[in-house]
Every structure is written in C-alpha cells, then in structure tokens.
Nanobody, 121 residues
C-alpha cells in the first residue's frame, strides 16, 4: 500500500518561508517519483514541483521557480518543499503525491491528505 503523509503547513506573512514535509515508506520512496500539488481556494488543483525516484531530475511550475525548492532526503524517506518569498497567491491546500509519471506530467495515483498554507498580505 502506497501512503504519503504531509506536514508543515501553516500561516505566514508575505515574504516569509515555510517548509512542507512528505514522509513515505522506504519502498514507496525508492520506487516512485514524488511531487507537490496545490489547490488554491475556488480553483483546480495544480502542479507545483516534483523529483524523480533517483533524485536526479526535478521539475517546477513556472509560478514557483526560483522561490520553491524540492529536496529529497533518502535517509529519512522524506521529500521537502522549501517555500521562500511566499505570496498571497501561494495560499492553497498543498498535497504530496507519488507516481512514476509525475515528472512526465501524469496524474498521480497516490495522494496525501493535504496541508493548508495561508499567506497573509
């Protein structure tokens, strides 16, 4: 069974930083690419960032490039999303996902429960 669990959301002022964590089993971590998606209020879910299972490839949405960084920690079977210079438009529920096709743009099969990020202006 593939399970991923997010943590680390919260409330921050514009310009601030937050780090989200996504923990998975060792088998999941070593089999699947992992990524982050978000769903802003009243909008559809969108891709944010992803890292391959081997860690050698990353992909970012244009809206977060140079502000967000996806970090893969193999020792902890955890993927982090370091979010810097947060802006109100980054407010969303953030979801971790696992799927072999994330880097290629496939819709993931496995999702976490989501964590809220709220950025105040």
């Amino acid at each position: 069974q593939v399970q991923v669990t997010e943590s680390g959301g919260g409330y921050v002022q514009a310009g601030g930083s937050l780090r989200l964590s996504c923990a998975a089993s060792e088998r999941t971590f070593r089999t699947y690419a992992m990524g982050w998606f978000r769903q802003p209020p009243g909008k559809e879910r969108e891709f944010v960032a992803a890292v391959s299972w081997s860690g050698d490839r990353t992909k970012y949405a244009d809206s977060v490039k140079d502000r967000f960084h996806i970090i893969r920690d193999a020792a902890k079977n955890t993927v982090y999303l370091q979010m810097n210079n947060l802006q109100p438009q980054d407010t969303a529920v953030y979801y971790c996902a696992a799927d072999q096709g994330i880097i290629a743009g496939a819709e993931p099969d496995y999702w976490g429960q989501g964590t809220q990020v709220t950025v105040a202006s």
